[in-house]
């Protein structure tokens, strides 16, 4: 393989030049949202210069540009997640909305009380609240699978909670919190053995490595525009098609009927029927834009970096005296979390924003994990293929600084 040019595809991105506080910017909070290519935001002006205009609606010109646009992208995003079809995509707004449409459109329907739905420790709120929700509403019981001390799923328990009640089971398949990357083939596997359905999240992973939903077989795959190089306000969720046509909508309105009369409505076929209003056209297409340039970078180049500079960055984070890292599973992607003896997670945030590196420091959206590990908060660097060995040294250098600043104290 040649040597990834990391030096080539930061010029990509325009606000890796930014400076803060005096210092060149290293961007080290991918978990939570990426940057742009300059394609995409080319592709983002490109679109309200020569194509914007509602969809489907009208028959003049810029309609048929916008339309065919947005219809390009549903066909490259089903390229990218190795979907069959693009009527297997539908447009949201990101992960968050992709789990509440399932939870309160396919689980209304199907879940009812004493049945049983199954999440991982791991979960992100947005895939903990939803179901927790129609767990209330509908008498259901939310089932949760452990993890071990490194902050893997552990399949021996989590095939213990599978039964015939088993509805639904919804689970990471990259932790924000941890980066822990789940053994996703083999809990597919084993749910549908049990007659269960599967969604499976994917906002940490996709932007990491290549995930072909055939190859998976989940049912639903939900991932979120932002944390893949692509626009804000825009996300994906992935439906198998038999599953998608048996479910009712759950937002009614314009765009989403065949036909209207007051007495009834007869819906279009999916993805239309779920895409009621006038969705994100412009950030649909600066997505399409976003996942192409992804692929002509390719997964397997990303995957292959990244994963070094995580084993060096693991390293050399353990190395600080004072440094406990949290989540230390072998299979791990982008994110190193960890805490530093003496210190607060928001005063190591701080120390770092003022020479200019920017990491999450705080609960991550995933209270339960952090608390699994007897923590609120944790400070979260997180890689994405864009970064460098010399960003890692950053942070280091910073830690080890407040490591002795604190002994000559003391
Ligand atoms: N799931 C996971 C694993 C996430 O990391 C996130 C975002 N931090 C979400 C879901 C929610 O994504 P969004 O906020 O883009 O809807």
Known sequence: HPPFDVHAVRRDFPILSERVNGHQLAWLDNAATTQKPQVVIDRLSEFYKHENSNIHRAAHELAARATDAYEGARNIVARFINAPSSDEIVFVRGSTEAINLVAKSWGKQNIGAGDEIIISWLEHHANIVPWQQLCVETGAVLRVIPVDDHGQVILSEFSKLLNARTKLVSFTHVSNALGTVTPAQEIIAMAHQAGAKVLLDGAQSVSH?????????????????????????????????????????????????????????????????????????????????????????????????EHELLVYGMHALQAVPGVRLIGTAPDKASVMSFVLAGHSTQDVGKALNKVGVAVRAGHHCAQPILRRFGLETTVRPSLAFYNTYEEIDRVVAVLKQLQCSKRSFV
């Open 209 to 305: 490595l290549r995930v072909d939903v055939q190859a998976l077989d989940c049912d639903w795959l939900v991932f979120s525009g932002h944390k893949i190089f692509g626009p804000t306000g825009i996300g994906v969720l992935y439906g198998k098609p038999e599953i998608l046509a048996a479910t009712q909508p759950w937002q009614g309105g314009g765009n989403m009927i065949e036909d209207v009369t007051f007495e009834k409505t007869v819906y279009q076929p999916a993805p239309a029927k779920f895409e009621a209003g006038t969705g994100n056209i412009a950030d649909a297409v600066g997505l399409g834009a976003a996942l192409e340039y992804l692929s002509r970078i390719g997964l397997e180049n990303v995957a292959r970096y």
